[in-house]
């Protein structure tokens, strides 16, 4: 069974820096591609990158490239997103992903952790 558990969320003020994990269980090819999405408050789910276990070069969207980056650590089979230069349009539940193929599209991934909360004061 595939579980994904995020941790590394938290405060922090403007141009701070923080690092999320996500900790994959039970991979399967399922699991191929990992992906991190985030929601703030009343909007919807936006992507944010991903990358392939496999292939390890990761995808940003436009918003993220220059500040966040996404890698992995296959012998944990953890998947990593460290943020840097935060700033208040951040906030957001941080979530990552697992598919079997690259999406931008929420609906195409099959397994999601719980999320965690990051927040970014001005």
């Known amino acids: 069974q595939v579980q994904l558990v995020e941790s590394g969320g938290g405060l922090v003020q403007t141009g701070d820096s923080l690092t999320l994990s996500c900790a994959v269980s039970g991979r399967a090819t399922s699991t191929e591609l990992m992906a991190w999405f985030r929601q703030g408050l009343g909007k919807g789910r936006e992507f944010v990158g991903a990358i392939s276990w496999a292939v390890g070069r990761p995808y940003y969207l436009d918003s993220a490239k220059g500040r966040f980056t996404i890698s992995t650590d296959n012998a944990k089979n953890t998947v990593y997103l460290q943020m840097n230069n935060l700033r208040p349009d951040d906030t957001a539940v941080y979530y990552c992903?697992?598919?079997?193929?690259?999406?931008?599209?929420?609906?195409?991934?099959?397994?999601w952790g719980q999320g965690t909360q990051v927040t970014v004061s001005s």
């Open positions: 992903a697992a598919a079997r193929d690259f999406s931008l599209f929420a609906a195409s991934y099959t397994h």
